[in-house]
């Protein structure tokens, strides 16, 4: 998400990106939650390529 910002406006951009985040943790806890009983497959390991 991005956010513009004005300076008359820096006040509620910050708000809106608080929120944003607090969205954004509460679905992680959510999905981990989830996976944890089972419900969702568990997220994959990223694999690191060499060369």
């Known amino acids: 998400m ?3 910002i ?4 820096v006040d509620q ?3 809106v990106r608080k929120k944003a985040d ?3 943790r509460s679905r992680k ?4 939650d ?3 009983e ?4 568990a997220s994959k390991k990223k694999v690191a390529r060499s060369g």
Request: avoid cysteine; aromatic fraction near 0%.
């Open 2 to 4: 991005q956010v513009d």
């Open 6 to 9: 004005r300076d008359n406006h």
């Open 13 to 15: 951009a910050l708000r």
């Open 22 to 24: 607090a969205i954004r």
């Open 29 to 32: 806890l959510a999905r981990k």
């Open 34 to 36: 989830a996976q944890r």
């Open 38 to 41: 089972g419900l969702l497959p």
